[in-house]
Structure formats: C-alpha cells, structure tokens
C-alpha cells in the first residue's frame, strides 16, 4: 500500500481518503478489524483488498464485532479496532463502546457517515454521532477534510492509549472517503503513562512503613506481564495481601499465597472485614466504582475512615469520590516499578496475609446446589484440568458467579468479563481471543438469556475457525432479574421466565459441535467431544430453576423476603 501511495502521487492521481486511512491503520501496527460491512465505508473496503495483512474478521451484529474488538483491545493493549456503518450499525456499536469505557481498553471505533452535503437534514441513517457518544469515549470527532486524516487518526491512536486508556469513536463522512489525499501519512503513533514522582513514593514508603495491616487493591486498565510481575514481587516481600476489584482477577495468580480474593458482587466477608479494619488502602489502577465499594458503603464517602493511597492514570479520577491521604496520577506500569523497588524494614508479620487466604480459599469451596447437575463439580473439574494460560470470558448474569467465584485465574489476560455488566459479551470475547492465542484453551461461560443476545456470532467462529468451548449454565429464566423479583416483590413473578430454544441443535446448525448435558457425569465425556472436534463447540448445561445462585435457592430467596415484609407488616 505505502508503493502505491507514492506511485500515485508520482503520477499524481492521489489517493483516496479510504485508502490514505488504510495505510495510516498498517502504520500504526493494526492487523486485525472487526466490522460488519456497510456501504458507508465502501472506499475503506476496497482499500483492505489490498492489504492482506489486516485481517477482516466479518461479523454477524455490530454489537458483536465491538465487542471483540474491546477484547482484543484487552488481549494486546493496542487499540482494537472496529468498523461499522451508520445509524442501526453504530447504535447497535454502542454497547461495545460501553465496556471499553468502564473496562479502560482501549479501541476505536470507525463509524461510515452520510455524505456532509447531505448532513443536517436527517439524511437516511444519520445521527449526530458527537452527541451520541460524547458520554461513551474518551473522545468524538467526524473527519470531515481527507487532508486531516493523519493528524486526528494519531490523535485517535494516542487518545485510547494514554493516560486511563478507553474507546475513541470517528465518524467518516461517504464522500470524504472517496476524495483525494494531498497529505502524507504519519508515522506509528507513542503511548504515553504518568510516571511517578519521587516525592509521592518517598511518602508512599513512610506510610507503608507505619502501617500494620494494609492491603493491595488491583484494578483498572493499561497493565502487562512486566507490571503484574513487580506487583507479585513487592507483596512476596512485604507479605501484604493482593485483592482485586470487580472483574479484574487476572491481574494476580489466584493461587498465590498473597492473593485474598476479589471485590465484586458478591465478595467474601473475611475480605470486606479487612478492607473495614485496614489501616492503609493502597489502590492501583482501580476506580473504586460502585461494584468494588458495595454501592459506596465500604469505604465512606468522602473522607474514608482508613487511609488510601489512590494511585491512578487519570487526575479526573483522584478524587472523584474518595479523598485520598495520598494521590498519585502514575500509570500502573510506572507505580508497579516503583514497588518493587522497595524494600521492607524488618520483619513483616504474615498474619493477616495468610488468614486471609485461608478465608479465601473457603469462600471459594464450591457448594452443593439442588437437582441433578452439580456445577461446583464441574467448576472444580475445571479448575483441576485447564491449562494455566486458559482464557475464560462470560457476560452477565446469577450463572457468572460459577467462573467468577470458583475459578482460579493463573494470570494476566485469563479473564475477560465486562465490568460493566453487559449480557452478550463472553461469546464475541471468546472469539477475539481464540484468533489472538490459537493455541490456548478458551472456553465462554453464558446463561441462556446471556447468550441469546450474541449467538448469531457463532456463524463468526465457525466461519474463522475459532474452536472456542461455550458453556451454557441454562436455568429456563433471567436469574438475576428473577433474583432481584423474589428478593423485593416475593411470588410476584413477571417477565423472568425463558421458553428454550435447542441450543446444541442451533449450534450444529451453524457447523458447530452441540451437546446438551442433564447430568454431572455427562460433562466430562461432553466437554472431551468438544475439545476432540477442532472446531467451535457448545455445551447446554441444564441446571434445576431452584438453583438461583450457588449459595443460595429460589425458595430460599422468597422464604427470606416473605419474612422480612411479614415482619414490617406487609
């Protein structure tokens, strides 16, 4: 492509503006875009032909194809990118946009645009897409001149990198895309990370250094293997222990002696106990968002009763809702340098350190649950079989306590769920990874209402031969509504319940491998069918209505909540 720049402007017949972006995307290092093709960007179609080395992942809804392209974005660090058409294209984009927001990946989103002539006017399809998504990114802009394509795509580049990283979304007017280019395209986009300052560590060190029970708290985006490393590193030798914040468990191997366990629906009482008792909170890289602090009502608001050192890429967020004893505006890699640097004086006790783990690995003992699947079982025979470097995704629902509570995460980018909730996410996040790591083990947990919202991109794993392992833990219902029906409006029950369909005939439908299991002793011989394929493959697991969370039953939940009304007198 570069040859056939210059050869054009020998000749001068310049380039067009779908082609100048191309190349701009091969020099930023880009080799792979998930998109679901549209005529508005026809010209950027065209221009990919003649680049095999970018990859076209074509997928089957766009929420899919941004969703693996945040994921993507999670895997490398690099910016996954994704390419939609206008109107229904881009809203349907949007929930994608949403986990790269609260998830800190970065991404960028390339929306086709109506011709400008024609703007203003609600053309077919046309939505202001600066308004639209201004709440959802980092940044917004519509390239309107060809001959700023090199300037604002490095700005785009830049932008999802730098500081707390996140989505950019760029809309590109259909007639700017087929003008002529006068510019030359720019050269690989930097990166840039706060560093820390030696103030801030010096004061950092003192306050360690007083503190009798402190804790480590991991979240957020922008870490890599180095990173999690020197982390690993500085709570071996200060023996302090490692939690995690919603969703973020890769960040730590779960069977290391340091790690206690996560803040996220759901965490264990020994680890709230300590975050209340702790003397210095140290927080890197996370938020500190509503998931992590139990609705704001751990850490009290705005002046917390223990100390925190807040340490995070974004001065937007220290501050935000908690104020900090100490605040560092650091990227993660920087601050994790800076502890590892540090050395203890004396003999830290190991304690609470080991207590805490102990209170942990009970936490995470899997339960009975009623009927005739045991999915604690299967967890634990997972756990004991799947390589170390397995990739697990899921999306939402009660059936994501299964992998997010059971599992044991061995390291950096071995899970992949969204922080924000989004049902629909585990499937295309499982795509994403297959084709980034062929060779690793990647199996998406799903519930059967989870699923439903993204299974059309099963057609997409077959079709690129990504032998991802989906594990459906299916109840008939939308536990996590139901749950929430039964806990506040007991036996008044509406809109909850699911009418099939046959899962594993859908998915040999698609050319998939498709199993329904109805027992424990059925999924082992399942899950070695589907492994033995070489292809995608799906596994229904049909588990008892009652089984409402791992913990906890259906008729339990309502027996509760009847007697908590009867007891106000409702």
Known sequence: MSELLSGARDSQ??????????????????TRIFTVPGESFLPVLDALVDVPEIEIITCRNEGGAAMMAEAHGKLTGEPGICFVTRGPGATNASCGVHVAAQDSTP??????????QAMGREAFQEIEFREMFRPLAKWVAQIDEGDRLAELLGRAFATATSGRRGPVVLALPEDMLAEPVKRQPALRYQPS???VDAADADRLLQLLAKARRPLLLLGGGGWDVGACDDVRSFAERWKIP???????????????PCYVGDLGIGPGPALVEEVEASDLLIILGARLGEVTTAGYKLIDIPEPRQPIVHIHPSAEELGRVYRPALAIQAGVRSMARSLAAMEPEGIRSSIPCEALRAAYLAWTEVPAIPGHVQMGDIMRWLRDRLPADSIITNGAGNYASWPNRYYRYRGLGTMLAPTCGSMGYGLPAA?????????????????????????????TAVKYRAAVIILIVNNGMLGTIRLHQERDFPGRVIATDLAGPDFAAIARGFGAHGETVRSTEEFAPAFGRAIACGGPALIDIIVDPDALTPTMTLTAWRAVAEERLASIGM
């Open 13 to 30: 017949a310049l380039p067009t503006g779908g082609h100048f972006l191309v190349e701009m995307l091969r020099r930023q290092g880009v």
């Open 107 to 116: 991404m960028i989103l390339f929306i086709g645009q109506v011709d400008r």
């Open 193 to 195: 990370e706060p560093g």
């Open 242 to 256: 490692v939690a995690v914040s919603f969703r973020c468990q890769g960040l730590m191997d779960n069977a290391h």
């Open 431 to 459: 795509i994403a990874a297959k084709l980034h790591h062929p060779e690793r083990a990647v199996i998406a947990f799903a519930g059967d209402g989870c699923l439903m919202m993204s299974m059309q991109e099963i057609a």
